[in-house]
């Protein structure tokens, strides 16, 4: 990797964009994984876009510049440890992925929100 930023946009009403800039000396894939409870829900939307929960939920909308991104919504493998503050509660993960090895990639993350959290 030869570049990397990460940029949080906040924009008005409920929408947050987490920009990404990587580059690197020869293609790569690279793969960008959002992690949620599997009991509240992570599922794939449309061709970009996932959805964390149902009353409240979170969506992240995903636009690439210059390529185009796979979705999937995967099980993440339990990690075990000595504690975990959410009791052991299995994840699932939206998984945002390149289809062909990129050089250089910019994408725009897009996070709306309906609901509150207590």
């Known amino acids: 990797m ?4 990460r940029d949080f946009l906040l924009r008005e009403g409920r929408e947050i964009v987490c920009r990404d800039r990587v580059a690197f000396d020869r293609p790569r894939r690279l793969a960008w994984l959002f992690h949620g409870f599997r ?3 992570v599922v794939r939307e449309n061709a970009t876009t996932a959805r964390f929960g149902s009353a409240p939920w979170v969506r992240i909308t995903a636009r690439p510049a210059g ?8 099980e993440t493998p339990v990690v075990w440890s000595y504690a975990s503050a959410q ?3 299995p994840f699932d993960h939206a998984r945002f992925e390149t289809r062909t090895p990129v ?6 993350f897009v996070l709306t929100w309906k609901g509150t959290v207590s």
């Open 67 to 74: 390529t185009t991104l796979e979705l999937a919504v995967r």
């Open 2 to 5: 030869v570049h990397y930023t």
């Open 39 to 41: 009991n509240e829900g």
């Open 87 to 89: 009791g052991f509660r």
């Open 103 to 108: 050089t250089a990639v910019t994408v725009d």
